[in-house]
């Protein structure tokens, strides 16, 4: 309602809270045709180059999601190092060094022994950075066709290189892959290869793109690219149907969208057959990947606004993990706008305000609503504030992120007053899936696949063994349904690996990989479980076999190793463990083991 008078606007939210006022009709469901599956990107630049956004383009260029990734060695990533910087980790006992050599960025991972000698040392160039200037910025090396994690990133608000956000949990040095469903978020077009970890084709991203892409909100440009070289100057047209207009979609599908990259999650699963990159604008996310939460208890109600923000599954737009919705569907403005709030409504996507301008952009967004004298606290008071006079600061408070240093995210739960208690919605657990929240699920009835529910509890049930019980109740029902599945023969093969019945686990598990199931897991599953019915022969070939699907899975080089130990195959036991040291220099023990063993063949 920009535009209004002081009067006007006044008269409009009296009418909200008083429940006269109605807001405008929810739009109506538009076919944009680049949705449809067959429809091709055609890349940002496309975009630029047409000469018609050409000023927005060079405008979204500038923006957080604009500069999302990028070569690792810009101006910017270099002017990070002026110096050699090392990072001491007391819990690895390990040192860290980011520092710059010729044009590029490297970082090493070493440790000293007591003598300070080098114990071991690993260093890779880093390739590309991702992440922004409001948090910080982590990094990516490549090794081979696959991309990873670096252990170092540097976080603005401290202006430092810290471990990278996961990292104090876990040693996993230069071997954390960089995967599609993340990287999709930052960049909008890996071009990763199906069914192979962190492994992409080359180049790794279509088109040269470096950051989020024009056509990660907008959908493929193939067809509006044609049909706008074939217009006439200055022809005038009616609605553009040939690519998608977030501003013009009904409020769900517009936060899809949004949704897409930053709502949290306890876990967010695949629908059956889908891949990250199938979801296109102007479609439900839920037909490509559903999210889910765990249930808040009522207990948890004197917390849980004043929470530490869990690490989210792929953003950082929504509040506790909890919640049943979005923070922001948990808003008494959401509520009262009858769900016709939505994020553009305050966001403006393609220039973003400055570090400067933010408060009183905000401010005015909400003034589009409310008035000045909506505040109760006095004027003077505001101006105090720093910033002066901000609406968002007092009303969506930041917080800490868990597991991300230095990091925090605007509560979108717009509070009236601090302490202010959640809405009974936020304590509805109402679901299609007993002791989960479906956040993303369609507002009409639905069916979830079965699939889909035994994947969200096989990961939920990590953070809460109750749901065990539903995990398998929902594996017995796919048993019978859905018996050739290759998810249900590995969890099933699974399940009697554990019961330590290897002949049907083997069974179970050579099935799972006949029909598709690479992953490292189901390779090392069946490794175990050959082994386990005294197949060893067959045991240490899967394992290799693993090893050639993902040669940075250390956990199958040690059972390889093992498996050829008691297969007495000493001198490819010894290869073995002298390629896995090679790879993760950082494995301790496997460095200790290839030291005895080397000082015993030369005492022979």
């Excluded at 910017?76 to 110096?83: G, N, Q, Y």
């Excluded at 954390?176 to 930052?186: D, F």
């Excluded at 609503?369 to 969506?396: F, I, Q, W």
């Amino acid at each position: 309602m920009p535009g209004l008078s002081l009067l006007r606007r006044f008269s409009l939210v009296s009418a909200v809270l008083s429940g006269g006022f109605a807001w405008p009709a929810e739009r109506p469901v538009i076919h944009y045709r680049n949705t449809d599956p067959e429809v091709r990107y055609a890349g940002s630049k496309s975009c630029a180059a047409s000469g018609c956004h050409a000023k927005l383009a060079q405008a979204y260029a500038g923006t957080p999601m604009g500069t999302s990734m990028g070569p690792a060695n810009r101006p910017e990533e270099l002017a990070r190092v002026p110096a050699p910087v090392t990072v001491f980790s007391p819990e690895f006992d390990r040192y860290f060094k980011v520092f710059r050599q010729g044009p590029d960025i490297y970082q090493s991972e070493y440790q000293l022994d007591a003598m300070g000698e080098m114990v071991f040392e690993s260093t890779q160039k880093l390739e590309y950075f991702v992440g922004g200037g409001l948090t910080g910025y982590s990094y990516l090396v490549r090794r081979d066709n696959r991309l990873f994690e670096a252990p170092l990133s540097y976080y603005v608000k401290t202006g430092k290189w810290e471990l990278s956000p996961g990292y104090v949990a876990a040693d996993v040095g230069f071997n954390r892959p960089a995967l599609a469903g993340c990287l999709v978020c930052h960049n909008g077009q890996p071009e990763a290869v199906p069914n192979r970890e962190a492994l992409y084709r080359e180049p790794p991203f279509r088109f040269g793109e470096n950051a989020i892409s024009c056509e990660a909100c907008h959908g493929p440009g193939q067809i509006h690219n044609r049909e706008m070289k074939l217009r006439k100057p200055g022809a005038r047209t009616g609605l553009d149907t040939s690519i998608v207009n977030p501003a013009r979609l009904p409020a769900r599908l517009a936060d899809d969208v949004c949704m897409n990259c930053h709502q949290g999650g306890h876990t967010r699963v695949l629908q059956p057959g889908k891949d990250y990159m199938d979801f296109r604008p102007g479609t439900p996310l839920d037909t490509i990947s559903a999210i889910f939460k765990l249930p808040l208890k009522r207990e948890q109600r004197e917390e849980a606004d004043r929470a530490t923000v869990l690490p989210p599954v792929r953003g950082s737009l929504e509040m506790p993990s909890w919640w049943k919705n979005s923070s922001m569907e948990m808003s008494k403005c959401y509520r009262a706008s009858n769900g016709k709030l939505r994020c553009v409504s305050c966001h403006r996507i393609h220039s973003a305000p400055t570090q400067a301008s933010k408060a009183a952009f905000y401010r005015e967004r909400c003034l589009s609503c409310h008035t000045d004298k909506s505040c109760a606290l006095p004027v003077a008071d505001r101006m105090r504030n720093e910033p002066a006079n901000d609406c968002a600061g007092c009303h969506m408070p930041k917080r800490p992120v868990g597991g991300i240093a230095h990091s925090e995210s605007t509560n979108h739960r717009i509070v009236r007053r601090p302490g202010q208690p959640l809405p009974d919605e936020a304590f509805d657990e109402s679901s299609d899936l007993v002791g989960l929240i479906h956040i993303n699920a369609p507002r009409e009835p639905y069916t979830l696949s079965p699939l889909t529910k035994l994947a969200a509890y096989g990961e939920a049930m990590k953070r809460n063994p109750a749901l065990e019980e539903n995990y398998q109740q929902v594996l017995n029902e796919l048993s019978q349904t859905h018996p050739e599945d290759p998810l249900v023969l590995a969890a099933l093969g699974r399940r009697a690996l554990f019961a330590r019945d290897y002949a049907n686990a083997a069974e179970y598990l050579t099935k799972a990989q006949q029909r598709g199931s690479e992953t490292t897991t189901t390779f090392l599953d069946l490794g175990q479980a050959l082994s386990g019915a005294g197949r060893h022969e067959e045991a240490a070939k899967v394992l290799s076999r693993g090893i050639e699907v993902s040669p940075y899975a250390e956990v199958l080089y040690k059972s390889l190793v093992l498996e050829q130990i008691t297969l007495k195959h000493y001198p490819h036991a010894l290869e073995v463990l002298r390629r896995c040291v090679e790879l993760f220099p950082e494995d301790s023990f496997m460095r200790g083991l290839l030291k005895q063993v080397e000082s015993s063949q030369a005492a022979h």
